[in-house]
């Protein structure tokens, strides 16, 4: 059984940076590809970011390219989304999700963990 455990969100003003950690316990996290998604109120999860087994592909949703990055430690089993320039329609929950395949759909994403508050005020 897979467990995804995401960390660090908050409540920050708008231009502030947050970095949100994935804790996945699993033998070998380089074998998932890794995606970030978030959840605003009364809207679908989307797409915010993925990387690839062992990290040197990435991919962003338009939203939020050049402003987050999505990094990995697999020897930590760590995913990491670095935020920066924050603005208030960031303001979700963020969840981490754990999928064999590479894939930017939630749909095919196997594990998920429980989220993360991110609050962005302007």
């Known amino acids: 059984q897979v467990q995804l455990v995401e960390s660090g969100g908050g409540l920050v003003q708008a231009g502030d940076s947050l970095r949100l950690s994935c804790v996945v316990s699993?033998?070998?996290?380089?074998?998932?590809?890794m995606g970030w998604f978030r959840q605003a109120p009364g809207k679908e999860r989307e797409f915010v970011a993925s990387?690839?087994?062992?990290?040197?592909?990435?991919e962003y949703a338009v939203s939020v390219k050049g402003r987050f990055t999505i990094s990995r430690d697999n020897a930590k089993n760590t995913v990491y989304l670095q935020m920066t320039s924050l603005k208030p329609e960031d303001t979700a929950v963020y969840y981490c999700?754990?999928?064999?395949?590479?894939?930017?759909?939630?749909?095919?994403?196997?594990?998920w963990g429980q989220g993360t508050q991110v609050t962005v005020s302007s």
């Open positions: 699993v033998r070998t996290l380089g074998n998932y590809v």
């Open positions: 999700g754990a999928n064999r395949r590479y894939s930017t759909y939630d749909s095919t994403y196997d594990y």
């Open positions: 990387i690839s087994w062992s990290g040197t592909s990435t």
